[in-house]
């Protein structure tokens, strides 16, 4: 079949052609610097980021040294405070404070926890990551409030005082009041103690540790760890349940010490020292003081009390009389060599008083070593 096309129909097909292909130009060219305008931000906008990034890894190392100064701020911060709070650390801290200043907290009201603020998740600042979490944390801060009559000296009470602003978990005095008795020189109050704590899944929280800690008996008049004498006389029997120092002696296993010294009034094991042999261990025990100003320092193996400047002693509040008592125990057999050899050095105006309780008869665990100063055996 031929197909005929007139001249005039062809100018018209060649038109539209024309026109389709400016149409098309034009259209092409405005897409084409549309995506010139897209494409010029984009470079403007990486241009600028980069300008940013480049800027900060330049200060990397100035960043790296503030971050981990920082997180060292943030690590002390958080150090301060307790990782929990109950009532069982509070009466021990309460106690050692009562041994640090002397001062005795007759009476306290101990109120329950309660929550005072909870951390949580934190969005970032950055213009460059707004709304993204940059910390997420389980922790909560708490409180407990005590409130808690005393008697002391004033020197006690700064002492007190001291002792509560320094302790290692963050405690506030709220408030205070005072009454002072001219004639006994002594200062009677009430003060309001808040302690804090940090809770968290990560928080460490360690339990209280008793060492060697003596065990009482059902009846008054039989016991496991002291056996009735009548050789060992009245005073001897006093030091048995008033001794300020206590030495203990058992053959060497796995659940408990061989050897342990320290102070009765140490119920938390902060200035004991233990160890579990099976041969001779050498302490050596100093006490110096006069006029009811004493310290003690001893030392057993490679450890002593106190840790630092141990020659200098550390504080010990004393009563009447200075007394010891040695808790030894019978040998388990051929191969029980645990024992003491004890050296003492006097340097006080008081005497030494000591007993040794249910040594083995035959091969004594305690020795007396080198003596110097007033020591009475009883």
Do not use: C
Request: glycine residues 8%; charged residues 25%; negative net charge.
């Amino acid at each position: 079949m031929k197909l005929n096309i007139s001249e005039r129909d062809l100018k018209l097909l060649l038109f539209v052609l024309i026109l389709a292909l400016v149409g098309g130009g034009w259209w092409g060219s405005k897409k084409i610097k549309t995506t010139n305008e897209q494409t010029k931000l984009q470079v403007a906008e990486l241009e600028k980021r980069y300008t940013d990034l480049k800027s900060k890894d330049d200060d990397r190392a100035y960043y790296t040294e503030q971050t981990t100064k920082n997180a060292d701020v943030y690590k002390g911060i958080m150090d301060r405070y307790s990782g929990g709070l109950d009532q069982e650390h509070i009466i021990m801290s309460l106690k050692i404070g009562e041994e640090k200043s002397g001062a005795w907290i007759k009476s306290g009201t101990l109120a329950g926890i309660s929550s005072l603020y909870t951390f949580g998740e934190i969005t970032s600042s950055d213009p460059n990551r707004v709304g993204q979490t940059v910390y997420v944390s389980d922790y909560v801060g708490v409180n407990s409030v005590l409130n808690l009559n005393f008697e002391s000296t004033y020197t006690e009470l700064k002492d007190l005082v001291s002792y509560i602003n320094d302790h290692e978990d963050k405690s506030k005095i709220s408030n205070m009041t005072l009454t002072y008795n001219d004639s006994e020189d002594k200062l009677t109050g009430s003060m309001q103690l808040v302690t804090y704590g940090i809770l968290g899944s990560d928080r460490e929280y360690k339990d209280i540790l008793l060492k060697d800690p003596h065990i009482g008996t059902d009846n008054i008049f039989e016991s496991s760890t002291f056996i009735p004498s009548t050789t060992d006389g009245d005073y001897a029997d006093f030091i048995k349940t008033n001794y300020d120092l206590f030495l203990t002696l058992h053959h060497e296993n796995k659940d408990s010490s061989s050897v342990a010294i320290g102070t009765m009034s140490d119920i938390t094991g902060t200035n004991t020292l233990s160890v579990s042999s099976n041969t001779t261990e050498k302490v050596t025990l100093i006490i110096m003081g006069k006029e009811g100003e004493y310290k003690f320092a001893y030392r057993l193996g490679n450890e002593t009390v106190p840790a630092d400047k141990y020659q200098l002693g550390m504080d010990y509040l004393v009563g009447d009389s200075l007394d010891m008592v040695i808790v030894s125990s019978p040998r388990v057999g051929d191969d029980d060599y645990s024992g003491v050899e004890l050296s003492i050095a006097n340097d006080s105006d008081l005497t030494l008083n000591y007993t040794v309780v249910n040594d083995d008869p035959e091969r004594p665990r305690f020795t007396i070593g080198t003596v110097t100063g007033k020591v009475q055996e009883y």
